[in-house]
DNA sequence: TTTGTCTAATTGTATAGACAAATATACAAA
DNA sequence: TTTGTATATTTGTCTATACAATTAGACAAA
């Protein structure tokens, strides 16, 4: 018996539910005629406005289709007038850094599959990614990608929670969250601080400075890698040549940085940065103390922005695959949208030096 | 009488229209009960049945709320479970020029208001502008921000109708559109072009080069605020110093153009390149050639691209309020979405020299 | 070939009436 | 004060019935 008169449930209801339950098993596929409006209150035994409720609900829908004269079809879910999912993007700042890279990667497989792109701006604050998050639950976004905020992990956390309990799966971008249950994809950035750093040593390097912010765990990673490489080496890094800070970056803290460092000279001949921007400060400083670079010091980045070839000095920096970052993260969260739900994935992308011009070989005599 | 029997337009749509009608009249103000369908079956003289299914629909559509018990009551805009409108916004490339900027602005503007921003990127491409424009009115946006294509004004045009056809509010940011019946958010580029030309007049150069493209009108206004200037200032610029080109901007043919230009100098002394990139690619042929800048030329840019300035030398430029155009294409498409109907805005945004280094007086003596 | 007409099938619109379920409110009881 | 209970009101669900509108397909006419 399709229909239970003495269950609480209305019978229109019974009988959606019903119908639904047939479509999804393939007893009425796409393009199939369900049974006529008469057929259905023979069936079932109910008047034809009860059939008539189920069946418009299921309309509204866009789970069927009326046609005059002809019955009620099943629509395939390309017929469906049932939108595409939107996938939401959070990430600190559309102008900065490797932000726009990101996008872009994420926004291009997004449109091989006619999906979009909801852009939102943390600006690193836990608080702004929360009311995004409020936002694209609104719209109903069926996957998300984020950039966890410099916040604590544990408020990242709490906002990966907000998604999770209403099943919209989230890949987390280029920071890991630690205890954070869910995909990730990420580079390399342990192995990539390693890289560069190994790179200033095999020219002969060894008292070697380091710049960066302890703020994000990308950057930590990369101070790890900073360590590893020179351990390798037998060299003790002498502390006075750690430069941190754990603020967000800002041009003109770093700049008082990076001249407070290169006062030091020449006590040491070679400097890894955090990031590219880091570099470009730690490159006008010395330019403006009449440190020459490379010849004086030799400078390594780490992203590889697109800045027009016009610096004085093209520099030498590890490069991430942020672009296909963004395209990892979006087929990751596309694979959970369609259902997956297999093991989390983390997926590790390898960065590599890119050889310009701001690093040379340690003159031999001096050390 | 609300109802016309013999009409053959059904009478639960009649009903519903007229409903909509007091809503929007504000005869039932949002919070406002409606009368009970008892109530409206008295008034309309249909049965009960009939007006459920008018309200019914009314509530499908989110314009009216039931309460068991208390009635059914008009519903506030926002109250609407109809979420917060989506807004599009269509630019060439996420990663380049100022899209990043006017992107920002338009999204912090949306987050003001709780609205949420669909990122497309056009590559300047009519077809790929055509495909998100599906997307997007898939998504049911309330209104779109749109940085026409490189195309034909014709083919935006055609991408600008099937928005309008279904009602969608259009703005179109930085480039204007010949026939285009919609609101614009722009920059004055004759105004900016003509500024930065004088500029130059005005330290002695007269024989001045430009170099840009003119796929863009947004640049060809910009060689038209070039010609002006040199105009006003009685100088027939010579035409083998006007550099166009009409393909989009590439890095190789701009080195090109600017290494052929360059080898004509001394027969000038400044060049207006049509934005910083171009300029950058100038300073660094300039550079390569052994030509100095500003001793030798003179150079001026447009657009202020955030550049660490670590660069050779610090262009003097016209600087763009992109992010306020970000900022007010998005206000002016709010205002359409909450149904603004007025004559079509010309919003002009104007910028301002931002003198650095790369211009110096002419030597007297020289012309 | 094209055009018009008829027919039967199916959804669309509409009525009249009945009982169910939820709940604001008032009032009673603990 | 809090808690329970009754009541009236309104929407929610459902039946049974009737006729209208639309249209695929068959068939006829031009």
């Known amino acids: 018996m399709i229909i239970d008169k003495n269950s609480p449930v209305p019978q229109y209801f019974q009988l ?59 629509l395939s879910r390309e017929q469906t007038r049932d939108q595409r999912p939107l996938i939401g993007i959070l990430i ?24 979009s792109l909801i852009l939102c701006n943390t600006d690193d604050l836990a608080i702004k990614a929360a009311h995004h998050a409020d936002r694209l639950i609104e719209h109903r976004v069926g996957g998300v990608i984020f950039v966890p905020t410099a916040a604590p992990d544990q408020q990242n956390i709490r906002i990966l929670e907000t998604f999770r309990q209403r099943g919209i799966p989230v890949v987390l971008a280029d920071r890991p969250l630690a205890d954070a249950e869910c995909d990730l994809v990420t580079t390399d950035n342990f192995e990539g601080g390693r890289t560069a750093v190994r790179h200033l040593v095999s020219l002969g390097h060894t008292r070697v400075a380091v710049i960066l912010s302890t703020l994000y765990s990308s950057e930590r990673a990369r101070l790890a890698g900073f360590h590893a490489a020179l351990a390798e080496a037998g060299v003790t890094p002498s502390p006075e040549l750690i430069v941190t800070t754990d603020d967000p970056f800002s041009e003109k803290k770093c700049e008082q940085q990076a001249r407070a460092l290169l006062k030091r000279y020449p006590g040491f001949s070679a400097v890894f940065a955090g990031h590219d921007r880091i570099a470009y400060q730690v490159m006008a400083a010395a330019d403006d103390m009449g440190i020459r670079i490379p010849a004086d010091i030799s400078l390594v980045g780490y992203d590889d922005l697109n800045i027009p070839h016009s610096v004085s000095v093209p520099l030498t920096t590890m490069h991430q695959p942020i672009y296909e970052m963004g395209v990892e993260s979006m087929k990751q969260v596309m694979r959970r949208v369609h259902g997956d739900t297999g093991e989390w994935v983390e997926r590790v992308l390898t960065s590599r030096l890119v050889e310009r011009s701001s690093v040379a070989e340690l003159r031999p005599g001096r050390r």
């Open 16 to 74: 959606q539910t019903w119908l639904m339950e047939q479509i999804d098993q393939g007893v009425f596929k796409p393009g199939d005629r369900i049974p006529t409006e008469e057929e259905l209150s023979g069936i079932t035994g109910l008047a034809r406005a009860t059939i008539r409720q189920a069946v418009q609900n299921l309309v509204n829908m866009g789970h069927l289709e009326r046609k005059r004269r002809l019955g009620t079809f099943v």
């Open 92 to 115: 600190p700042d559309i102008r900065s850094g490797y932000a726009p890279e990101l996008a872009r990667g994420a926004q291009d497989e997004a449109a091989r599959s006619q999906y």
